[in-house]
């Protein structure tokens, strides 16, 4: 583990190295960028005072190509930069979780669902959760779907399927980290680009101008080159050349309205679509092994012949950059006076939507996929010590583990414990306060959650089927629903009775029944809960303070099964183990713990 760390902290120093030698070329560009400013502005003066246009004409063209490639350059120094200072941030951002500060990808606060049936009492979203440990998406679309991963189980081939790709990714921290720092820009955007591109592609503008005026927008730059150049010998050449580019700038003023409303539907995504471009060629080029990498693969072919999505996302990312070059004020007067620039990129952006359109939509959805799987790779490589699980095929829920730990709790602080179904279909786990029996079914859950959606467990073995979780843990009343705590109980329950009814395949967590009710209803309704379970068929764990339902197992045996946390006191301290043991509990603290507060239970 500690071994991935170490790299971490290594190539956090290599990149803020690489980002101190971009900045210093960044300064240098600068300057050369004013100098070419001020030099221009010189030989200007001077081509002015030879009052010849055609001279005059050559320095201003010169100077705007000099200072554009200045910009172009200043472009590609800024885009490394960004890449460096991305790659800088994802690797700080593992070494500081693994300090336990935040994650600073999404921890899932936004997919919290109070009626859900175990993703609140399983920590599965929001602040020190399962997902705040995995995600490692910065796209909403991968956000929302690695939710629906630890929302719901995957079927058997899926998470074999899933399991074979983790495995794969985990092995290339350098693919993976390139993959990440091309999206890490939509920590800042927080928008569904595919919902966005997808109005931009459903919009009725398919049409701009008649068809003779774009022949002549295809013509008009070598129609001012030639003006231009004939100028140098035929001095009447230059009024033609003035009047053609005055009447290219008044056509451009005319048709400004409609070009920004077509420009507006982009809403300056080039450099957005040239880092999914990027994301999408790093798919195309890289050799799986594992099939659904293959399927990825081929699921980003484009139906337009052998032409890859990604250079077809880099044409529709070069068409938007260069009709974004119209916001800078001076270049865009120059380029439609020369070249009528505004209608040749929005020629451009209607032919390829025309072109590719309809076939680059579900591309999105393959980087989502895989920005989630990241997240599960990322989880296997910081725990290199964790396993994959063996899916069973069973018709009722099978649970066991060997050395199973709460993935939330940092592993040295956290005590394993190994648990066997058998034959059994409860587990009565009985035990005294803070003897760790909400903790183990914490435990027992968070690890199935991780199991179905294809993540590696915190455990040494474990084998499970595929089962429909449900939970009963914490209970709390509601003020805005007028709901007590007794009736939240209720209306939870109901709710687990029904889930183990509906389906055969459900497996429950029951931590304490009916805690807002008296002892001797709380006894007698908990027993009548359990045995209208075991009518159903049901199979899960119980964690109850409640001795007296130990003699369950006696009524029922093969089918309950009898689990305990106990103490031990040593010269009047009590110290937990932790661990998960045979049978009924015997021994209780609650006068222990009273008493280490002042109260003394027997006076």
Aim: a neutral charge.
């Amino acid at each position: 583990m500690e071994k991935i760390f170490d790299q971490y902290r290594r190539n956090v120093i290599e990149t803020e190295s690489e980002l101190e030698r971009l900045r210093h070329a960044i300064n240098i560009n600068a300057l050369l960028r004013l100098g070419a400013i001020v030099g221009g502005g010189t030989a200007m003066f001077v081509a002015a005072q030879s009052e010849h246009l055609g001279w005059v004409a050559s320095a201003f063209f010169t100077i705007v190509l000099l200072f554009s490639g200045l910009v172009w350059r200043q472009s590609k120094l800024e885009r490394r930069k960004t890449e460096a200072t991305c790659l800088w941030a994802i690797n700080l951002n593992e070494l500081d979780i693994a300090e336990g500060k935040a994650n600073r990808y999404p921890d899932g606060s936004a997919f919290v669902q109070a009626k859900h049936p175990y993703s609140g009492d399983l920590d599965v979203f929001g602040l020190s959760s399962l997902y705040a440990l995995i995600n490692r998406a910065a796209t909403p679309q991968a956000n929302t779907l690695l939710a629906d991963w630890l929302s719901a189980p995957a079927n058997a081939t899926v998470i074999t399927q899933r399991q074979e790709v983790v495995r794969e990714l985990a092995d290339d921290l350098s693919w993976c980290q390139e993959f990440q720092a091309r999206l890490w820009f939509n920590l800042g955007h927080p928008v569904d680009f595919k919902a966005q591109f997808s109005q931009f592609l459903s919009n009725s503008e398919r049409s701009f101008g008649s068809n003779v005026f774009r022949l002549y927008v295809r013509a008009s730059p070598w129609l001012m080159f030639m003006f231009i150049g004939a100028s140098f010998f035929l001095p009447y050449f230059s009024g033609i050349s003035i009047l053609f580019a005055v009447g290219h700038f008044m056509a451009a003023m005319g048709y400004g309205r409609r070009i920004n409303q077509l420009s507006g539907l982009t809403d300056k995504a080039g450099k957005l679509l040239s880092a999914f471009a990027a994301a999408f060629e790093l798919i195309e080029k890289r050799e799986w092994k594992s099939q659904r990498g293959r399927e990825l693969f081929l699921f980003l072919r484009s139906s337009r012949g052998d032409t890859p999505v990604s250079e077809i996302f880099r044409k529709l990312s070069r068409v938007i950059e260069r009709l974004d070059y119209r916001l800078n004020v001076l270049v865009g007067i120059v380029l439609n006076m020369v070249a009528l620039w505004d209608f040749r990129q929005a020629y451009a952006l209607i032919e390829w939507r025309k072109t590719y359109g309809d076939d680059v939509l579900h591309a999105f959805d393959a980087v989502a996929e895989l920005e989630a799987t990241i997240g599960l790779a990322t989880l296997r490589r910081n725990h290199p010590h964790w396993v994959f699980p063996s899916i069973e095929e069973s018709e009722r829920p099978l649970f066991s583990g060997e050395a199973i730990a709460h993935p939330l709790i940092a592993a040295d602080r956290s005590v394993a414990n190994n648990y066997h179904m058998g034959q059994h279909r409860i587990a009565l786990v009985t035990g005294s306060n803070m003897a760790g029996k909400s903790t183990f079914l914490r435990t027992v859950g968070a690890n199935a959650v991780l199991a179905f959606c294809g993540a590696p467990v915190c455990a040494a073995a474990m084998h499970l089927s595929v089962f429909q979780l449900v939970t009963y843990m914490r209970i709390t009343d509601s003020l805005a629903e007028s709901t007590s705590t007794f009736k939240a109980e209720l209306n939870r329950i109901q709710h687990v009775l029904r889930t183990v009814e509906e389906h055969s395949n459900a497996f429950f967590l029951i931590d304490e029944m009916l805690r807002g009710t008296n002892s001797v209803d709380k006894y007698r309704g908990s027993k009548a809960i359990i045995k209208k379970l075991i009518d159903l068929h049901g199979v899960g764990m119980v964690a109850t303070h409640d001795l007296q339902l130990a003699t369950l197992a006696d009524e029922y045996p093969g089918l309950v099964s009898n689990y305990h946390f106990d103490i031990q006191v040593r010269n009047g301290e009590m110290f937990f183990d932790y661990k998960l043991k045979s049978g009924p509990c015997t021994v209780f603290n609650a006068s222990q713990l009273l008493k280490g507060i002042g109260v003394d239970v027997d006076g």
